[in-house]
Each structure stands twice: as C-alpha cells, then as structure tokens.
C-alpha cells in the first residue's frame, strides 16, 4: 500500500490510498479514527495567512477605529450636556436630602459596611427595587455593576423579604430577567433620551400605583438602584432607599409642622411621597446617564488604542509576508537564470 495523499487532523484522519495490481488501479477513501502515534511521523502544518487577507483584515480593523474614535467624540458631546442636566438635578433635588434618603454603595451593603440597620429591605412590608440602565450598550460595565449589585442584595438580603423588581432599560432587563427573574415585575425600554421629569413622575405614579395597599399590601420602601457619577473615569454602583411617610403614629413625618386642613393630612403625604419619589428617580436617571457616557467615552478610547496596536502588528505581518514572497521570487529567478547557464 502506497499513500499518495493525506489530509491531516487531529480528530479526522482522511487518506486516499492507492492499491495496486489485480489488472489496474483503485482508489479507496478512508475515512478513520486513529490517535496521533499512528500517524507514522506525519507533521501536521499550519497554514499562514495571505498577503491578501491581511490586507483585508488591516482594512477591517482601520474601519472598525473609525467607528470607536466617532463613537468616543459622540460620548464626550454628550457627557458635557449629561453633566450640565445632572448639576441642575442636584440643585433641584437638595430638598430631598431633609427627608432622610439613605444612600449607600452596593459594595458597602453586600460587605456590612453599612452599620444604621442589619436590612437594607423593611421586613414585613413590600420593597420595590428600581433597577436604572440603558438601552444601549458598548458602555464598560456600568449595566452589569447594577445588575450584579442587585443580584448581591437579594441573594444577601432578600430570600425572606417581599420583593419586586422594576427595571429602566434593555441591557438591565436582558440581564436581570436571567438572574432574578421570579422577581422581575415591570420593565420600561426604548425610552428617548435624555430621560425628563415627565417620565419620572410617570415612573413614580406607576410604581405607588401598583404597590398600593390595595393591591400588593403595606409599601415598605422603594429602592432605587444607579451608578453615581465620580469622575469621567470612574462611577459607583449605589441604591438609594426612599421610605414612605407616615401620617401619624411613631416616625410621623412632618410631626412639626402644622396642616391648614388635618383630615387631608393623609392625601397630602402621599402626594409629597411621590414628587419625593419622583424627584429621586430623576436625580438617580441623570447620574445613571453621565455614568453611562463617560464609561461609554472610556470604552470607545481604549478600543480605538487597542485598535491601533492590532493595526500595527498585522502591519509588520504583512511587510514580512510581502518581503518573504519577494525573497522567494528573486531566488526562483536567480536559480532559473542559473540553470540555464
């Protein structure tokens, strides 16, 4: 037996063998699973990559950093317009923060730092978590650092507690209907951006709505989960939990400050209770929003730079091939012409 042709892999072994006599010649294909010792000393190559499909690749990728060096201008336009909303957010909400809005980071809660109360969730009474992200992606990890925080309070937090989850934006929905879905109650997507007050208030009525003790028993908070803006470079995953008003009793909410008709004392909390909420919520969109376009900017710069760097060495790999294939022609010429003298 005479192997003319083999045709190698590690798993799939073809080989055309060649039998001879019997008054003529038949080939037979095999096709065989055998380990690599009985391969007989065959090597197994590697094939190299043209000049051609380097250039197309060099072609590619300067394309592709085109598109992230646009991308990264469009996010640094838009930070300044996100950051000018979230300087008026804060002068807007400063009212909140007589009300005793908790705010902490997600790493604090999940890791005890947090020493004012064992729970983040009120036991015994329903929590609402608003979970805000964007509906976009090819922004870092500022959707999956609020997906996982979530994910850390309830596994930490909430197995005994009343829990709901409503979430803003595609990329937080995606995410969290895989990791707590039996939780998930309401998702709001494709919202246009920039996020308004209007959409707040929508959000805030909705959320007080469906949560009434009519409906889903006693509200006992609603926490508002975002990414709180540090730095074009950094932000930090946080929640904010906003408690109900109490109307009377122990905790009564503006116990010291006197109402014109008392028996709309309980109407007038509530409508405090979600301009507050509302408020908050806004607050909580445009920090989420610089997040978002800074970490997007900071995205786009270093895919761009690694863009770059993977120009350059598929660059020098052409220059090598080109100079490999001139090296080889001229010898071909050169042992040609040699023949013939």
Same mark, same amino acid.
């Given at each position: 037996?005479?192997?003319?042709?083999?045709?190698? &892999?590690?798993?799939?072994?073809? @080989?055309?063998?060649?039998?001879?006599?019997?008054? *003529?010649?038949?080939?037979?294909?095999?096709?065989?699973?055998?380990?690599?010792?009985?391969?007989?000393?065959?090597?197994? /190559?590697?094939?190299?990559? =043209?000049?051609?499909?380097?250039?197309?690749?060099?072609?590619?990728?300067?394309?592709?950093?085109?598109?992230?060096? #646009?991308?990264?201008?469009?996010?640094?336009?838009?930070?300044?317009?996100?950051?000018?909303?979230?300087? $008026?957010?804060?002068?807007?909400?400063?009212? =909140?923060? @007589?009300?005793? @809005?908790?705010?902490? #980071?997600?790493?604090?809660?999940?890791?005890?730092?947090?020493?004012?109360?064992?729970?983040?969730?009120?036991?015994?009474?329903?929590?609402?978590?608003?979970?805000? /992200?964007?509906?976009?992606?090819?922004?870092?990890?500022?959707?999956?650092?609020?997906?996982?925080?979530?994910?850390?309070?309830?596994?930490?937090?909430?197995?005994?507690?009343?829990?709901?989850?409503?979430?803003?934006?595609?990329?937080?929905? #995606?995410?969290?209907?895989?990791?707590? $879905?039996? +939780?998930?109650?309401?998702?709001? @997507?494709?919202?246009?951006?920039?996020?308004?007050?209007?959409?707040?208030?929508?959000?805030?009525?909705?959320?007080?709505?469906?949560?009434?003790?009519?409906?889903?028993?006693?509200? *006992?908070?609603?926490?508002?989960?975002? &990414?709180?803006?540090? #730095?074009?470079?950094?932000?930090?995953?946080?929640?904010?939990?906003?408690?109900?008003?109490?109307?009377?009793?122990?905790?009564?909410?503006?116990? /010291?400050?006197?109402?014109?008709?008392?028996?709309?004392?309980? /109407?007038?909390?509530?409508?405090?209770?979600?301009?507050?909420?509302?408020?908050?919520?806004?607050?909580?969109?445009?920090?989420?929003?610089?997040?978002?376009?800074?970490?997007?900017?900071?995205?786009?710069?270093?895919?761009?730079?690694?863009?770059?760097?993977?120009?350059?060495?598929?660059?020098?790999?052409?220059?090598?091939?080109?100079?490999? +294939?001139?090296?080889?022609?001229?010898?071909?010429?050169?042992?040609?012409?040699?023949?013939?003298?």
């Amino acid at each position: 037996v005479e192997g003319e042709r083999g045709l190698f &892999n590690r798993r799939l072994l073809h @080989t055309y063998c060649q039998f001879k006599g019997g008054g *003529g010649c038949h080939v037979v294909k095999m096709l065989s699973f055998l380990p690599r010792s009985l391969l007989n000393g065959a090597v197994q /190559t590697r094939a190299f990559a =043209t000049e051609k499909e380097i250039a197309m690749r060099i072609s590619a990728t300067k394309n592709i950093k085109k598109i992230t060096s #646009s991308m990264k201008m469009v996010s640094a336009s838009k930070l300044r317009g996100d950051q000018t909303r979230l300087d $008026a957010a804060k002068a807007f909400g400063t009212w =909140t923060s @007589t009300l005793g @809005t908790k705010v902490a #980071s997600f790493e604090d809660i999940v890791h005890g730092l947090v020493e004012e109360e064992k729970s983040v969730f009120v036991g015994g009474k329903k929590n609402v978590v608003i979970a805000l /992200t964007s509906d976009k992606g090819l922004c870092g990890g500022v959707n999956s650092a609020i997906a996982r925080g979530i994910r850390g309070l309830l596994g930490k937090y909430g197995d005994s507690e009343d829990v709901s989850v409503v979430v803003v934006g595609e990329k937080g929905r #995606s995410q969290l209907r895989r990791m707590v $879905a039996p +939780r998930m109650y309401a998702a709001a @997507t494709d919202v246009a951006a920039p996020l308004s007050f209007a959409f707040a208030s929508e959000l805030a009525e909705k959320v007080l709505t469906d949560f009434s003790a009519e409906k889903e028993g006693t509200l *006992g908070a609603v926490h508002v989960a975002y &990414n709180k803006f540090k #730095s074009a470079i950094a932000y930090v995953p946080s929640v904010a939990t906003v408690t109900p008003f109490a109307a009377a009793g122990r905790g009564e909410t503006l116990a /010291t400050f006197e109402f014109e008709q008392p028996e709309a004392k309980e /109407t007038v909390l509530h409508n405090l209770f979600e301009y507050y909420l509302a408020t908050e919520l806004y607050y909580g969109m445009m920090e989420a929003a610089t997040s978002e376009q800074s970490s997007r900017m900071q995205a786009m710069e270093n895919a761009s730079k690694n863009a770059g760097e993977l120009i350059d060495k598929l660059t020098l790999l052409y220059n090598r091939a080109r100079q490999a +294939r001139i090296t080889t022609e001229l010898i071909e010429i050169i042992s040609g012409a040699s023949a013939l003298d």
